[in-house]
Every structure is written in structure tokens, then in C-alpha cells.
């Protein structure tokens, strides 16, 4: 069982800058593939970026790409979201996501296991 504790999100204006951090319970390097969904009420899970454990590969939706940037530290067991520029389409639940098995569709949540409480980010005008 692996546990994740999302942190770091609030309240912000359009344009600024917010770094959501994911502290997961076992070794970040052990976990195939971590990635960020969101969600807003009455709208399914969206993928939001992901990163592969060999390599450090990143994925992106098209939607932040440009603006958000996914990093994984393994000596801290942790999974960073740097987001810029933020918009107030951004706003919703953020959640961090761990996948246990290898070579996986990341932009599809069914393939991750194991799941964060969520931290909220919104984005006024």
C-alpha cells in the first residue's frame, strides 16, 4: 500500500505562480510512473502531467503544457507540479497519483493504483 499526501495548493490571482509537492510513503523511485489529475465538480478526472521512473520521461495535457512542469525528486520521495501562469480554467482538486505497473497509458487514470486526498488550487481573475 502506498500512501500519497498532496500539499501546496490555495487561493491565487490569474498569472500567478503555484508548486503543488506529492510525499508518497514508499520510494518514488520504485513507482513506475507518478502523474497529477484534476477535477471539478460534475467533470471526469483529467490528466495533467506524468513522469516516467527510468528515464525521468514527461507527459503533458495540452492544456498546461508550457506552463506546468513535473519534477520527481527519489531522494526525497517526492513529485513536484510547477505551475505558471496560472488561469482560472486552472482551478480544481489536484490530485497525485501512483501507478505500479510498467509501460502504462499515463493519461489514463484506471491505471494508477494508488491515490491522493486531493489539494485544492483556485485560480481568480
Known amino acids: 500500500q502506498v500512501k500519497l499526501v498532496e500539499s501546496g495548493g490555495g487561493l491565487v490571482q490569474a498569472g500567478d505562480s503555484l508548486r503543488l509537492s506529492c510525499s508518497a510513503s514508499t520510494r518514488t523511485a520504485n513507482i513506475y510512473t507518478m502523474a497529477w489529475f484534476r477535477q471539478t465538480p460534475g467533470i471526469e478526472r483529467e490528466f495533467v502531467g506524468a513522469i516516467r521512473s527510468t528515464g525521468g520521461t514527461t507527459f503533458y495535457a495540452d492544456s498546461v503544457k508550457g506552463r506546468f512542469v513535473i519534477s520527481r525528486d527519489n531522494s526525497k520521495d517526492t513529485v513536484s507540479l510547477r505551475m505558471d501562469d496560472l488561469k482560472p480554467e486552472d482551478t480544481a482538486v489536484y490530485y497525485c497519483?501512483?501507478?505500479?505497473?510498467?509501460?502504462?497509458?499515463?493519461?489514463?487514470?484506471?491505471?494508477?493504483?494508488?491515490w491522493g486526498q486531493g489539494t485544492q488550487v483556485t485560480v481568480s481573475e
Open positions: 497519483a501512483a501507478a505500479s505497473r510498467p509501460n502504462i497509458r499515463p493519461q489514463d487514470p484506471q491505471f494508477f493504483t494508488y
